[in-house]
């Protein structure tokens, strides 16, 4: 079935360093993708979408490009703050599910 | 876009006894309802999802029901509570079955005791 591989974590990078959580999918269909972030004590909030193969989603100086021929979905960001501390959770969508299938979360730690 | 209320926040429960989360949806109608489990540090689990009013699909046999008793409610409820049944509860919605974008609500964390 479809399912959804992401980084491990935790992740603890420096004020204004680079990200990149890596987020890999198997699907039968042509899935839609997410991001998705929690902040402590909160539900998920959609960060980025990208329905279809080449699209960028972007939000907030974040990005992920759905690349079908390496069935990823990397989230990036260029300079981080202390504020994106959180756990990310990639995902897909199918029409032949019922549901969206979660990646297990990467939790990022920003240190000024 | 769709808003989701979860109520209560926090709840602290003693083994045994029974439980009701609520969970509310507005900004839509015929929304996908979604019930998922987060226990500390892990990730999501579907519990139960609903395509309809009365509509129930459980995904995780368990001591936890779920009801759909009007379009934008859905309810989580146990007879009695598990030690194990502790975690972050999370509603969640979605316009489209299977390709729409879910929006989730704010959680209930429950500790059992």
């Known amino acids: 079935g479809d399912s959804v591989t992401q980084m491990e974590g935790p992740v603890t990078l420096s004020e204004e360093a680079f990200l990149t959580i890596n987020c890999t999918y198997t699907a039968t269909g042509y899935p839609s993708l997410f991001w998705y972030v929690q902040y402590p004590g909160e539900g998920l909030q959609l960060l980025l979408k990208?329905?279809?193969?080449?699209d960028k989603g972007s939000n907030k100086g974040f990005e992920a490009t759905y690349r079908k021929e390496t069935t990823s979905f990397h989230l990036e960001k260029g300079s981080v703050q202390v504020s994106d501390s959180a756990v990310y959770f990639c995902?897909?969508?199918?029409?032949?599910?019922?549901?969206?299938?979660f990646g297990a979360g990467t939790r990022l730690t920003v240190k000024p | 876009s769709q808003t989701i209320h979860q109520w209560p926040a926090t709840l602290v429960q003693p083994v045994g006894s029974p439980l009701s989360l609520e969970c509310t949806v507005e900004g839509t109608s015929n929304p996908n309802l979604y019930w998922y489990r987060q226990a500390a540090g892990r990730g999501l689990q579907l519990l139960f999802y609903s395509v309809g009013i009365g509509q129930i699909s459980s995904e995780v046999p368990q001591n936890l029901s779920a009801s759909r008793p009007q379009d934008r409610q859905f309810i989580l409820s146990s007879k009695k509570l598990l030690l194990s049944d502790s975690g972050f509860y999370l509603c969640?919605?979605?316009?489209?079955?299977?390709?729409?974008?879910?929006?989730f609500g704010p959680g209930t964390r429950l500790l059992v005791l």
């Open positions: 990208a329905t279809k193969a080449d």
């Open positions: 995902a897909l969508s199918d029409k032949n599910n019922n549901d969206m299938r």
């Open positions: 969640a919605s979605s316009a489209i079955a299977g390709v729409g974008t879910q929006y």
